[in-house]
């Protein structure tokens, strides 16, 4: 189950794009908790459990394959939501037919959980400690096999619970179960071409497909992503390129990851191309400079720094495939771009290298690599960006030379949004260095299509406002910030309404509070932090008229904010999850009761107890997973990790702690390491972050070791007490678990959206909390 919700997310990511990859969570606990009503209503018997086991795992090897391939090939199309009330029910049947494959193997557990109470803590155990095998098994199979690949792995492994089940030694039934394992595994190895995964018509790669005699030249998989290199005579990527040039473009390729963000994988090119551009503005200030890159892309960054003389480039990419494609696979294309003698490559997190770093740069530059999003989207609002944090600006305010400088590079939009996110950014990365005099320290250029922000660590000499002056004047750039600038210089060639970028850049960096401004514009452009590195997401509750009066208007995905999609989605599962908790009370509420001897049944304290457990346990799952990439380096590896150490611990803490530990001693310790979790790990980061990746692995998993054990106890503690006065209600109190972790899962979501990670930690401990003060007569 836990390899198939890997897989899913990665599925998700490539084919619609990474913000509907949490959708896997609630699948796949959507799926449990059906399971669980569908139990109450039909359990098997002692007899037929072998039998149920065996069609369950059955069930789940034929559906996880053919789910996937349905959604594969469902026209669904998250752009037309707005104006074709038929996408919603594709965007229906797309859910659920996900949702089945979980089912079917929720409904496995359940059924062992139910026909056995008493051994709860054994059997969850089991569960966990599988479920932690999930995701390290799925991130190298995606490695060897990619997406496909591992779908049909996943499938193997169910074909192999079900061997388990039969334990049968009827020869024939020997022989065509290890046939069909065979095929499965050949199907691993070399998955049939019908399950590619199909992408959406509005990603970048499928775009650039569209252009005659486009050709994909390269696609490799890795346990995180796709890399692809398009050959196209369309591709001319050039961002903020100056207008000035007259000369001509290299040949490039595209380069995209997941599909998405198309960045030029350029050939030879002319000097004065690169000189164009508005990051050699960098060049201009600090000549013959040893250069900081963090994520290049294809390499364009890089290839500007060589041309305009840097002494040292260190490349800092944290996708090994992005770097073995331009240094090794295109290497003829882009003449040897990554072996030039000048160039370091480090494949690593950019943060995490920041962090562990001791050297000094001249220059570190955060080059454009994205694509371009309208902020009245909002379809990019989950994905989270630490390299564009306060923290991180601190971080790279700390490797400066003397005499350093940072350029941050972003789209321009109006009402300015991402430049002026930035800009902010800078300023409070500024004043926690303590820097004197802040508006000294930063500047800002634009071109049609681009702003570039600049932070130096030490005060702006005349000779570098004088050579800015001479680098925009020379490439028709605009001014919009100088320590001394004059509203005449500003919105020369380039002219937008009103100087927008000038006033808006002016009035923050002067503003006294800045949290007011921030309170009173249009759009949320409050600085990402390390709690909250949510940078593209703008929303703010003003804007549901605008987004209203455009609904079906604009050529958008959702038709509007990603933020509103969400709650739509929470309202969807709510009602979902009630109705599955609700089902299986209603043929026994006319029951009566023939057994005296017998407790009441405490409905109304079951239900708020596991629902609160199903609350928690995502509470506290993801906020900690979005805190170990920072550690870890690669999403990938902490998910892997962190998931993994949480359910190795709570299975151990569900076998040997259950009949050990009170169940109100488990809860109240879960709520306190909860509290306490968002002040403790920043000190065992800054103590232990210049390990190397093996030992910081060690120290992740005995940091959540403690938390895992006891978040073992308070639902097998649960089910043994349901199970000893109820029975019956065994099934049902799974389908509680499972329904209110759907729930948990979107709403952690908005949770971390609106207030940040730390919050989300604080109410998983509420939840434990008042699931201790909860008492069963």
Excluded at 67 to 96: G, H, K, M, S, V
Excluded at 131 to 155: C, E, K, Q, R
Aim: one cysteine or more.
């Amino acid at each position: 189950m836990l390899a198939f919700q890997v897989v899913l997310t990665r599925f998700f990511s490539l084919a619609q794009g990474s913000h509907l990859a949490f959708m896997a969570v609630s699948l796949a606990l959507l799926g449990a908790g059906a399971s669980g009503t569908y139990l109450s209503l039909k359990p098997p018997t002692a007899s037929t459990l072998p039998r149920f086991l065996a069609a369950g795992s059955l069930l789940f090897t034929l559906t996880a394959p053919a789910a996937y391939l349905l959604t594969n090939y469902l026209p669904f199309d998250a752009y037309r939501l707005a104006w074709e009330p038929i996408q919603l029910w594709w965007l229906a049947l797309y859910y659920l037919a996900l949702t089945v494959p979980f089912f079917f193997a929720g409904a496995v557990i359940g059924a062992v959980l139910a026909a056995q109470p008493e051994r709860a803590g054994t059997i969850y155990a089991a569960n966990l400690l599988g479920s932690a095998l999930g995701p390290p098994l799925a991130l190298v199979a995606l490695n060897f096999t990619g997406g496909p690949g591992t779908v049909f792995g996943v499938a193997l492994l169910g074909w192999l619970a079900v061997g388990a089940a039969r334990r049968s030694r009827q020869a024939g039934w020997t022989i065509g179960f290890a046939l069909i394992a065979l095929i499965l595994a050949y199907f691993t190895l070399r998955p049939p071409t019908l399950f590619e995964v199909r992408l959406t018509p509005y990603k970048a790669l499928t775009q650039a497909q569209l252009y005659p005699g486009s050709d994909i030249v390269f696609s490799r998989w890795n346990a995180f992503s796709r890399v692809d290199v398009i050959r196209s005579d369309g591709i001319r990527s050039a961002p903020g390129l100056s207008f000035a040039y007259a000369g001509p473009l290299p040949p490039q390729l595209g380069l995209t990851v997941d599909g998405d963000n198309l960045t030029p994988l350029s050939g030879p090119a002319p000097p004065d191309f690169s000189r164009s551009l508005p990051p050699a503005l960098g060049f201009a200030l600090r000549p013959d400079a040893d250069v900081l890159i963090l994520e290049p892309g294809g390499g364009l960054a890089v290839l500007t720094a060589l041309q305009n003389g840097a002494a040292s480039v260190t490349v800092v990419q944290n996708n090994p495939t992005v770097i073995r494609a331009v240094r090794d696979d295109f290497a003829d294309f882009n003449n040897h771009l990554y072996r030039d003698p000048r160039v370091t490559l480090i494949t690593e997190e950019p943060r995490s290298f920041l962090r562990r770093s001791q050297k000094q740069f001249d220059l570190i530059i955060l080059p454009l690599t994205d694509s371009f999003r309208p902020v009245t989207a909002g379809a990019y609002t989950l994905n989270e960006d630490y390299r564009y944090t306060v923290e991180t600006f601190v971080e790279a305010l700390r490797h400066l030379s003397p005499k350093g400088l940072v350029l941050v590079e972003r789209w321009l939009q109006l009402p300015p949004t991402e430049s002026l996110r930035v800009w902010g950014t800078a300023i409070e990365a500024v004043h926690r260095a303590d820097f004197a005099a802040i508006e000294s320290h930063l500047f800002a250029i634009r071109s049609l299509q681009t702003s570039l922000i600049g932070i130096t660590n030490q005060p702006l000499s005349v000779q570098d406002l004088t050579a800015i002056r001479r680098f925009a004047t020379a490439r028709q750039f605009d001014l919009v910030w100088l320590p001394d600038i004059t509203p005449t210089e500003a919105n020369r060639y380039s002219i937008v309404p009103d100087a927008a970028y000038y006033h808006t850049f002016e009035r923050l960096i002067t503003a006294p509070n800045p949290d007011n401004f921030y309170a009173d514009y249009d759009y949320a452009i409050t600085p990402p932090t390390d709690d909250h590195p949510y940078f593209f997401h703008f929303f703010k509750w003003r804007q549901v008229p605008e987004i209203w009066q455009t609904l079906g208007k604009t050529w958008q995905p959702f038709g509007g904010s990603g933020y509103l999609v969400l709650l739509l989605l929470l309202e969807l599962v709510v009602i979902l999850s009630a109705g599955l908790i609700v089902l299986p009370l209603i043929p026994q509420a006319g029951k009566t009761r023939t057994e005296t001897t017998r407790p009441a049944r405490p409905t109304i304290q079951i239900l708020l107890y596991f629902t609160l457990l199903g609350l928690g346990f995502l509470f506290i799952e993801i906020p900690l997973l979005q805190r170990f990439i920072l550690y870890l380096g690669q999403p990938a590896y902490a998910f892997a990790v962190v998931v993994s150490a949480l359910l190795v611990a709570a299975g151990t803490g569900s076998r040997y702690l259950t009949t050990r530990l009170s169940r109100r001693g488990a809860l109240l310790g879960i709520a306190g390491l909860a509290l306490t979790y968002p002040i403790i790990l920043p000190l065992v980061f800054n103590a232990t972050l210049s390990l190397p990746l093996a030992g910081r692995m060690v120290v992740t998993v005995l940091a959540l070791f403690p938390m895992g054990m006891v978040m073992g106890v308070p639902f097998p503690r649960g089910v043994m007490r349901v199970g000893q006065s109820w029975p019956e209600l065994t099934p049902w109190v799974w389908a509680v678990n499972g329904c209110a972790s759907v729930i948990s899962a979107i709403l952690a979501a908005i949770i971390a959206l609106t207030w940040g990670f730390a919050v989300v930690l604080w109410s998983a401990a509420a939840a434990y909390a008042l699931a201790a003060a909860i008492k069963w007569r």
